[in-house]
């Protein structure tokens, strides 16, 4: 029966072979080099080859009349032809062009460090923010350890190429946090506010940044909130610190999650040597509650709220009164709720809206002085995309942002009450446009109006990047960016301008081989810094947008998945050059938060025999300048080198049980972050001064994380990896 | 008695399908056969052309795309060059695999299918990748084996996972071969659909029980 069949086939073959027409010629690219593997056929039939090592081919058919030829090849763009199939020979050298694809084109790199699996040009994923040894879960901390950055120890916040930390904003699915950092005592370094683990994509932009940003002079953090749960679950985790309980419930189209977290340093602070006395040793507690619903075929809605309490009492010595202790007590409410709808509308159109509310009271004693201030935010914003086409995508957008900020200061005899309202009103548009995958545009503005200062300011942005090869690129920002002056400042004043810097970014990136480089020169121009002449904060005529500065600087970073087998370490250093005139300073000066080298070297080793996975991090940051009062020069004085070395180490006990360890500075080096002064000199006529230094010299971390599924499988290991 | 009846009702369709498409038959049988030739990534390509080409010329057959899916998914595991080559390897797996989905829903090999491609794209950077797509390729296998659950390919696909990913979860992966050698052992009690159907897999199985030892 086979046999028979076979045989007709045969015969079948044999008689069509008699006409035939050939098809013959050459695949090559489009700068003449031969492309091997091509797919050469016939539309609809079962005539067709492959292109040899040279990119020659041959085809066979017997077919006759039209017919059309189909010429393919991954990542180019497909070739067809209509012929006339008349037993004869065709020939056809064909150059295939490579085919457009967003995510394999040229991406904008200059200033920015994105954090995401998809992307080629990726330096940093989510998880490494995650797992870098000394961030100690902190999102802030781990930035940290990125070109571009200088570590104030005292403060703990980001400070960008030579910007303040006021100059940084931090947005969560698109909205604009207004209290991103937890409170803290003037010179104790405090941490954000956001458990990094509600993450899964990280933008961090130390310059040049998009038209959609606004109100940030230096940088901004784009966080943005995972996804749909994969399954119901429970997880515990008891820390050295504190506890957390979070159950996730998931249904069809959403889940919902909610998170308690309570947290007491004060039985590790008796067992651990501090640098300070804590009469009330901090404490806070956190409700909070994620909402996660997929709507339509494409939308999901995110909503995120949560509620904290917390406080402390520490005792510093109040150098005004010969050094007596004086209880320095903070309590802190913070309300905060965020909510993202991200959509596509018909066919093109896409929509992400989003909004946040945030309500964040301090309550201050120390000495005969109590001080409440509050802050209250409300943000809104509306985008929309239009892609044209590939190639070119619109994007436009207004934004909303009511600040409201009081401070009430009672000392013995007097009471300050101060407060401002200020509403502001952004539009901005921005088109990306890619001439080739090799060269993309983004070019866009952005207008905004404050009701309070009366100002309107636009800030044009333009940033390209150019691909020389698969591997490297080039890319270019500029753009100005303006930001409104200090809530201090304009609970005095409103007849001040906002602050302007502009930015100028030339980057080159090249990643082969789970390898990347990075060099980024930057020069950064502030004008219109607001100052304050004299000691009268309180008169509106003494401020004045007289300040100026720059900022300029070599960023590097290189990191190295490959050459060690299981290991993984990345090596970040900048340059940092900068002075300003602004605030209270005599003269331009370099700021106390600017350090001109800072190095950090980061490494990871997966041991699967003993399932562990070490990290270790070591962090340098040349000296900063302070100002001595006693000195006649201004910020004249030195402190000391900052150093550090950090470990960590995450063993995986059981499949669902993860054991966490990591200890800062190590080799206990002497950190000091400067000298503080009395206000007011004594009878000799000296200021009086005591060194600032770090709560405690070295911090110890013990966890235990604990998963519970229905399935029994998954671990956060995610978490501490 | 019902083996018998079974080889004459393949018979009979394999026959009525073959008078109406011979050439569709007799080229897919041709171009299967060379699987066992292909070694390289070039030869990969080469087959996954072919089956690119009766694809296009059977728009209602599934199991061209199918297999042309596996040549890409076979061609990121061979490759050794940068991982965004792999990845351009599995972009095109992917729309065949989304096309799959929607030309027969509820094919059980298409879900084995699937979790074949997750599993490409994990292994491209299974540090940064495992958790994401360990999860996908977990809910893959179980869709193909919710469906038919004597599938082998699912139950290897399943069992690579686990295996890859036990040192991970603190298990040892030995600890998985009393089932892989179950795997092996039933292995031939599933019967393909036809000839062309998917038929592959035991020689992994093989490898895998052969680790074992």
Redesign the interface.
């Given at each position: 029966m086979k046999q028979f069949?076979f045989t007709g086939?045969i015969l079948l073959l044999a008689l069509t072979a008699m006409s035939q027409t050939v098809i013959t010629g050459k695949v090559t690219r489009e700068n003449g080099e031969p492309l091997?593997?091509?797919?050469i056929?016939l539309?609809?039939?079962?005539d067709?080859?492959?292109s040899n090592?040279k990119g020659e081919f041959k085809l066979k058919t017997a077919k006759t009349g039209p017919g059309i030829i189909?010429i393919?090849f991954?990542?180019y763009e497909p070739y067809t032809k209509p012929v006339e199939l008349k037993s004869d020979t065709i020939r056809l050298n064909v150059k295939l062009k490579e085919a457009f694809n967003q995510l394999?084109a040229v991406t904008i790199t200059a200033g920015t460090f994105e954090a995401s699996?998809k992307k080629?040009a990726v330096t940093i994923?989510p998880?490494d923010m995650m797992t870098t040894a000394g961030a100690a879960g902190d999102v802030y901390g781990a930035l940290q350890s990125l070109p571009g950055t200088t570590i104030n120890g005292e403060s703990g916040r980001l400070f960008v190429k030579g910007g303040d930390s006021q100059e940084s904003q931090t947005y969560i699915d698109g909205s604009l946090v207004s209290v991103p950092y937890s409170s803290s005592a003037p010179n104790i370094a405090t941490r954000g506010r956001f458990n990094p683990f509600m993450f899964k994509g990280t933008i961090f932009s130390t310059g040049g940044y998009s038209a959609e940003y606004g109100q940030a002079l230096s940088s901004v953090l784009l966080l943005n909130t995972n996804d749909m749960p994969?399954e119901d679950q429970l997880d515990l985790s008891f820390l050295s610190v504190g506890v957390e309980f979070a159950g996730t419930k998931k249904w069809n189209n959403g889940a919902i999650t909610g998170t308690l977290t309570y947290n007491n340093l004060g039985p590790y602070m008796s067992l651990a040597p501090q640098n300070y006395d804590w009469p009330h040793t901090p404490e806070s507690t956190t409700g909070a509650l994620s909402v996660r619903q997929k709507t339509g075929e494409t939308g999901l809605f995110k909503f995120y709220s949560s509620f904290n309490k917390d406080g402390f009492t520490v005792r510093q010595d109040d150098l005004d009164r010969s050094g007596i202790p004086v209880d320095y007590k903070l309590s802190n409410d913070n309300q905060f709720m965020n909510a993202s709808w991200n959509s596509k509308l018909g066919e093109k159109w896409a929509m992400n809206a989003a909004g946040s509310f945030t309500n964040n009271q301090d309550d201050i004693h120390f000495g005969q002085t109590s001080v409440v201030r509050r802050i209250q935010g409300l943000y809104l914003k509306n985008v929309f995309i239009y892609p044209f086409s590939d190639k070119f995508t619109l994007k436009f957008g207004g934004e909303f942002f009511s600040k409201a900020y009081s401070q009430n200061v009672q000392m013995t005899s007097e009471i300050h009450d101060n407060s401002f309202t200020n509403h502001t009103f952004s539009g901005f548009t921005e088109a990306q446009v890619y001439a080739s995958s090799k060269f993309v545009t983004r070019i866009g503005g952005r207008v905004e109006y404050s009701e309070y200062l009366d100002r309107f300011t636009f800030s044009p942005r333009l940033s390209t990047a150019y691909k020389v090869t698969?591997k490297s690129q080039f890319s270019v920002a500029y753009g100005w960016f303006y930001q409104n002056p200090v809530d201090d400042y304009l609970l005095y004043t409103n007849q001040i301008k906002p602050e302007r810097a502009d930015h100028y970014t030339f980057s080159f990136q090249s990643s082969?081989?789970?390898r990347t480089i990075r060099a980024e020169l930057y020069f950064k121009d502030y004008k219109d810094l607001v100052k304050l002449n004299g000691e009268e904060f309180y008169l509106p005529t003494n401020y004045n947008n007289d300040g100026s500065g720059y900022a300029k600087g070599l960023d590097l970073f290189w990191r190295d998945?490959k050459t060690i087998k299981n290991g993984?370490y990345w090596i970040s250093y900048s340059y940092l050059d900068t002075k300003r005139d602004y605030r209270n300073f005599p003269e331009e000066a370099v700021p106390t938060f600017a350090s001109k080298h800072n190095l950090s070297v980061v490494y990871k080793h997966?041991i699967?025999s003993i399932?562990s996975y070490p990290g270790a991090n070591f962090r340098y940051s040349s000296p900063r300048v302070y100002n001595d009062p006693n000195s006649p020069v201004f910020n004249s004085r030195k402190m000391l080198p900052y150093k550090s070395l950090d470990l960590s180490w995450s063993f995986?006990?059981?499949?669902n049980?993860i054991l966490y360890g990591a200890v800062t500075n190590v080799l206990d080096f002497k950190n000091e972050f400067g000298q503080r002064y009395s206000d007011n000199p004594d009878s000799n006529g000296n200021y009086r001064g005591k060194a600032i230094q770090p709560s405690s010299n070295q911090f110890y971390v013990l966890a235990c994380f604990i998963t519970l599924t229905r399935k029994g499988?998954?671990?956060q290991?995610?978490k501490i990896? | 008695m019902k083996k018998f009846t079974l080889i004459i009702a393949v018979v009979l369709v394999s026959l009525v399908s073959?008078a109406q498409k011979?050439?569709?038959l007799?080229?897919m049988g041709e171009t299967l056969g060379q699987f066992a030739n292909c070694q390289s990534v070039?030869d990969f390509?080469?087959l996954?052309?072919?089956f690119?080409?009766?694809a296009?010329?059977e728009t209602s057959e599934w199991l061209p795309m199918y297999y042309h899916a596996q040549c890409y998914i076979l061609m990121s595991f061979i490759e050794q060059g940068?991982?965004?080559i792999k990845d351009?390897?599995l972009?095109?797996a992917e729309k065949s695999v989304n096309k799959l989905m929607e030309m027969v829903p509820g094919e059980p090999e298409v879900f084995v299918l699937q979790a074949f491609y997750l599993t490409g794209r994990l292994v491209v950077?299974p540090?940064?990748?495992g958790?994401?797509y360990g999860?996908l390729v977990g809910q893959a296998t179980d869709k193909a084996l919710a469906i038919d659950i004597s599938n082998p390919r699912a139950k290897l696909m399943k069992l690579q996972m686990d295996m890859g990913s036990a040192?991970?979860?603190?298990?040892d992966p030995k600890s998985f071969c009393p089932a892989a050698k179950e795997l092996l052992a039933s292995w031939d009690n599933f019967k393909p659909k036809s000839p062309l159907h998917p038929n592959w897999g035991k020689d992994q199985a093989e490898g895998i029980v052969k680790g074992c030892q």
């Open positions: 069949l086939i091997p593997g091509a797919n056929y539309q609809g039939t079962y067709g080859t492959s090592h189909q393919g991954i990542s394999s699996d080629q994923t998880l994969a698969g082969a081989n789970s998945k993984d997966w699967g399932r995986l006990y059981r499949q049980i499988n998954a671990n290991l995610e990896e | 073959l011979p050439e569709y007799q080229t070039a390509q080469d996954g052309n072919k690119e080409m009766i296009n010329a940068d991982a965004a351009s390897y972009d095109v950077n540090m940064e990748r958790q994401e999860g040192p991970y979860m603190g298990l």
